[in-house]
């Protein structure tokens, strides 16, 4: 193990205790990341030299390094861009280095994706203009998309977007000026309720995330999981009727052919008026009886996945966002019933099921953490703190 | 990161270089570990001075230390012990330190899971003097039985033993004075295809293995998962049938409920008079056409499993042992028909099927490649060489 990989390890734990615990003393650092005293002051005067880090020593007794002064993360330093592409649309954030939101900008995704490096660089050009900060800051772009991602080069098939064996990281590195991070939304959507949301202290857990399809994010040991070749984690195509419904993926009796937004409103078209996802939610909010009885269905559907989760990954919770989890209440009786029948008692007891707050925030934030885990990875390349 | 934590590391690729080439030089451990020259020589010569490792550096130029000296594992110092409790019997295994099995010894598994220590402790003093080895030697015992496994303390339930929440680290530690890793038996499988079979060079793969049930281990990013709590990979519980067969888990339309042994023998006893698992494979060979319709079902059944798999891991490998790997011949047509039906394309074309040489050897290695594990694990705790 090379010195410089240590340095970078120890960096990007102090990093995070410092995101996670804004203001935190010197001695807190050392209790939090297990690093000695010497290791925490080196790392803290590198961070504060390239504007990551200040504290109120300096102000307040002109020396630098009083042991209770406190420290965090600078807002005015450094600045992490998501990009979210969507069926139709993308939106772009700008965040602080400690993935707080700045300013969201929506705008038509290009059809052609060769088109998109050129539209992104304009666009995140605007917005770092808006917001008054140089794009000299930004330190890492995080690009999800509704698809599968191979982790090596950034070869993406996203069937809505109509985009195929596209290579969205090759289109991109000549005229984005930063490193660039591609993934699937939902491994991303995990990745954010790790850093930013109900999952912080978990290590093992799940996402089951949807709208137009049924995505899944997996992490365990405490990191992402991507599988070998960046497709794993597509708990959407959990199978759950045999030689059932033709699901988008090609295959048949997928949980995604079943729960998935385009599922659920043809279904529910089948009774009532309902144009879209707003308004089926609005149905169950109101009592009508045939939207209450397909959304019990889904509870089965549901459960049936979530069974086979619980016996394959003994996780400690499973969050549910999207569609999923907009359904959870009207489909969350059924779904347990399956799962007590279907699951292994012991890992089912340590199980919790959440539902995701930040999926349903305003402000899409998981390209922004697929941003913070590039930035702060450990690449054995990077020198000390980065 | 500790100083000590990063020197254990170090000793333990290099211990694992020694044991996958022996014979090996110090320029191919630097090469093979990354590690720079001083490193390896002196955790080389810790290794020496303990007796782990011997070369023909000394006795052919009176000094150690030669560049080209060849360096190996000793056979002669150091002992692990691996028990496989099964249904009515138990096997006890002795090998080096590098894995390699010395003497088997197989006995009946004591109904009371309270006589197992006693037991355990008289075997492994018996099976020592055999081969005249002292049980100082010993430096790991790993333990591995069908059921699941609570990882902090090694709380079992294996139903197929009738041994339900029995503590057996609180049961041994007093009268076994080696470390004693617990496992799930095919947890332990999956970490012996790592260790001693073909997925040396594989990252992500997972591991079906079964006889009286099926099992699933999980090997992801270059090491087992377990899950939060222990109980992860039980992927002979994937369901393959809605409302289907009554498993012994409890649930219905589980895999294993499908094509564990009793369940196959059971089918076939319907159309043909077949004993055992050895009468039925036979049957198969000599083409008895029940019987085939049996294993092609089985594929069937099989195929859907694998299909979410390869769906949610991604893995570079799938490895089929016991039963599963005994039909495989027989099902693989319908298996894979199956799979090209409802797993992704992507993952799917990166994912090879093996069956596992080792679960079909006569001697037993899951659990002495348990103890490897547990003997070179990482705890933080170890000195140097440990």
Known sequence: MHPSYVRQYNATRIFHALRANPGITKRGLTDLTGCDKSTVSAILRAFEDIGFVESDAAQET???????????????????????????QMAIVAASIDGTPIRKWSQPLPTDPAALATDLRHAIGALCHEISRSQDEIRAIGITLPGLVESSGGLA???????????????????????????????????????????????????????????????????????????????????????????????????????AAPALLAAAQRSLRV??????????????????????????????????????????????????????PYAEITARKELAKLAMRAPLQNTQILVSDISAAETPVGAVALALEGFTSLDGQKPGPW
């Open 275 to 328: 144009r879209n996802v707003e308004e089926l939610i609005r149905a169950a909010k109101d009592g009508a009886p045939p939207i209450l009885d397909l959304f019990e269905d889904s509870g089965r559907h549901l459960g049936r996945a979530l069974s086979d989760i619980v016996n394959i990954f003994n996780p400690s919770a499973i969050v549910l966002g999207g569609i999923v989890g907009r359904i959870w």
């Open 157 to 259: 098939h996203a069937p809505s977007l109509d985009w195929y064996e596209t290579d969205i990281g090759n289109l991109l590195r000549d005229q984005i000026d930063a490193p660039v991070y591609i993934d699937n939304d939902t491994n991303a959507a995990a990745m954010a309720e790790y850093l930013f949301g109900q999952c912080g202290q978990l290590t093992d857990f799940v996402m089951i995330d949807g709208g137009l399809g049924l995505g899944g994010g997996i992490f365990l040991d405490g990191r992402p999981y991507r599988g070998a070749s960046g497709f794993g984690g597509e708990l959407g195509h959990i199978k759950v009727v045999p030689d059932g419904r033709i699901c988008g993926c090609g295959a048949q009796g997928c949980l995604s052919a079943y729960i």
């Open 62 to 88: 002109g020396k630098r390094g009083r042991p209770s002064a406190n420290y965090r993360l600078s807002a005015d330093n450094g600045l992490l861009i998501g990009v979210h592409l969507e069926f139709e």
